[in-house]
């Protein structure tokens, strides 16, 4: 498990790495398939922790967070390889980033999920009813349509 540091040393990522980065969510993931390696490169630069997770020299886990570091966080793009699902990464991986030092003492952290909320409950996270997810998408040539209908969830715990 590594966390990589969004403040003091940048967010390194060789092209390797970048990649497999690429094929874990292509392969692993519904709503994080199809982005660049140019973009998944200033997607972690935005990113204030970011956990990767390997086994041996490939990359099987991966989970990011954006957050002010005081009040509010939000836990993006948790994937695991299905071959590596129910020993525990995913756990891991959550832990890392909520106890990352940007999020550590964060008031809420928020994420939102389509089909795992039972895992994300057994870490302590619930379904909010009393708040809803709105959305605003760019212009970018994506089918929005078709995103809400795979069941872009309401939930944001």
Do not use: C
Not at 50 to 59: I, N, Q
Not at 117 to 146: C, I, K
Request: aromatic fraction near 8%.
């Amino acid at each position: 498990m590594v966390s990589h540091r969004a403040r003091g040393l940048r967010l390194r990522w060789l092209p390797g790495q970048l990649k497999q980065l690429q094929l874990l969510l292509d392969g692993h993931s519904f709503w994080a398939g199809g982005r660049s390696t140019r973009q998944l490169r200033r997607m972690l630069a935005g990113s204030q922790a970011v956990v990767s997770a390997w086994s041996g020299a490939r990359l099987v886990g991966f989970g990011r967070a954006s957050s002010d570091g005081v009040f509010r966080a939000v836990l993006w793009d948790v994937v695991v390889a299905e071959d590596q699902q129910g020993q525990g990464l995913g756990r891991r991986i959550v832990e890392a980033l909520i106890t990352s030092p940007t999020l550590e003492r964060v008031e809420r952290v928020y994420l939102m999920t389509t089909n795992s909320s039972g895992f994300y409950r057994q870490l302590g996270f619930q379904q909010v009813r009393s708040q809803q997810l709105m959305l605003r998408s760019q212009d970018d040539g994506r089918d929005t349509e078709a995103e809400t209908s795979h069941g872009v969830s309401d939930e944001m715990n």
